[in-house]
């Protein structure tokens, strides 16, 4: 799994709001910068790091609630949620294929059939998912969400995404 990336700049004097701006901006970079990767459809841990860095902004969302006024902020919520909904059906479809998969040498012939046929129609259910992902990037596309999303954080927060600059770990080499 994917490293959480570290919130430039948090310390432990940071005003709530502060806090908010910080947490919340760089786990919504993170999770964007599988996007790519997991439009792509070649590795599955792209959509897998994607889905659960989408689930720290969803996490990071819900704590930081009170930073900002409930009205405006539950449609930024709800979005980042359908996001990770999207992203939730496709990445349980290739836990289940990985799983058959490893199963699949170790069955006997007969019965052998079912399971094959299993594996078969979780891919064709797969392969369904992906233009379901690509919409929904597409349509947040158009309706410039991250432009909205990152501006709203500002404002709120005085937290700009271009000074934060937030970053992925340092690889280890391993």
Do not use: C
């Not at 409930?70 to 294929?97: C, H, N, W």
Request: glycine letters at 8%; aromatic letters at 6%.
């Amino acid at each position: 799994m994917a490293r959480a990336w570290e919130v430039p700049g948090l310390r432990g004097t940071a005003r709530f709001r502060e806090a908010a701006g910080r947490v919340v901006l760089t786990r919504w970079r993170e999770m964007m910068s599988y996007r790519d990767g997991t439009l792509l459809g070649e590795d599955i841990e792209e959509l897998h790091a994607m889905r659960v860095s989408s689930r720290r902004l969803r996490a990071a969302m819900d704590a930081f609630a009170g930073a900002f006024p409930a009205r405006s902020f539950r449609p930024y919520l709800r979005q980042v949620k359908e996001i990770t909904d999207t992203l939730g059906g496709a990445r349980d479809l290739d836990v289940a294929m990985e799983g058959l998969g490893r199963l699949l040498p170790e069955l006997e012939e007969s019965e052998r059939a079912g399971v094959e046929g299993l594996h078969s129609r979780l891919r064709a259910d797969r392969t369904a998912e992906t233009p379901k992902i690509a919409e929904l990037f597409a349509r947040l596309d158009e309706e410039g969400f991250a432009t909205r999303f990152e501006a709203y954080l500002r404002r709120r927060t005085d937290v700009d995404v271009r000074r934060l600059n937030p970053r992925p770990p340092a690889s280890t080499g391993a």
